[in-house]
């Protein structure tokens, strides 16, 4: 079973719009992660927020943290062609526990 | 530097035939993990290596196993391949705990 859900399943924008994405989770967490797959190749790592913190930046990324509903979401402002991809969200119970839980992720496709 | 690196990245097995991958973590860290994404879905948790001692294994059949050498780098094995075997598997490098995860670009297994 997954410990995270993306909403919505696939996103279709317009280039320059902005993308937002949502992931709830089940249980408590240390942090949460986000990642970027491109064409079913590896994961690359986009942000970490910790699960004292609220709001983090990098760069055109914006993520939120919702401890309380158990909730995240990531925004990307401005979008570009090259932002589009598949993101999932990924979940670390205690820092102990290495193993990272994904949801099913969302495809976003950015129209040029 | 070097990434992770996976090997072979892609290969066709028939069923009932046994499989090795092959990953290389990056340099000075001594975790890594292993998961299978099938197609459609998120990366599913096969097993984090710790200095050469299993720290973590998913809910993966007896079929699967892994281990560690001196120089960190990993095997994952799965014996008695069923069609249903069939996916990317992803390797994951990290230098501590549930943080900064390094994957690599994945071996996409097809049974036939």
């Known amino acids: 079973s997954q410990q995270g859900e993306e909403d919505p399943q696939a996103l279709s924008i317009q280039e320059g719009e902005n993308a937002t994405m949502n992931c709830s989770y089940k249980t408590s967490i240390n942090n949460l992660q986000w990642y970027r797959q491109n064409s079913g190749r590896g994961l690359v790592h986009l942000i970490l927020i910790r699960s004292n913190e609220r709001e983090k930046h990098s760069g055109r990324l914006r993520v939120t943290l919702d401890t309380s509903k158990k909730s995240s979401s990531l925004l990307i402002t401005a979008s570009r062609a090259a932002d589009t991809a598949s993101y999932f969200c990924a979940t670390v119970v205690s820092f102990n526990d290495y193993k990272l839980s994904f949801g099913a992720g969302t495809t976003v496709t950015v129209r040029a | 530097d070097a990434g992770v690196t996976q090997s072979p990245t892609h290969l066709i097995k028939t069923r009932g035939q046994h499989v090795t991958l092959r990953c290389s973590p990056i340099?000075?860290?001594?975790?890594v993990s292993w998961y299978q994404q099938v197609l459609g879905q998120g990366p599913q948790f096969i097993f984090q290596y710790y200095e050469k001692e299993e720290r973590g294994r998913g809910n993966f059949p007896d079929r699967f196993s892994a281990r560690q050498f001196p120089n960190y780098s990993s095997e994952l094995n799965v014996n008695a391949l069923l069609l249903g075997d069939s996916a990317l598997y992803l390797c994951?490098?990290?230098?501590?705990?549930?943080?900064?995860?390094?994957f690599g670009s994945g071996t996409r297994l097809t049974v036939v």
């Open positions: 340099s000075g860290h001594k975790s």
């Open positions: 994951a490098s990290s230098s501590q705990g549930g943080y900064g995860y390094t």
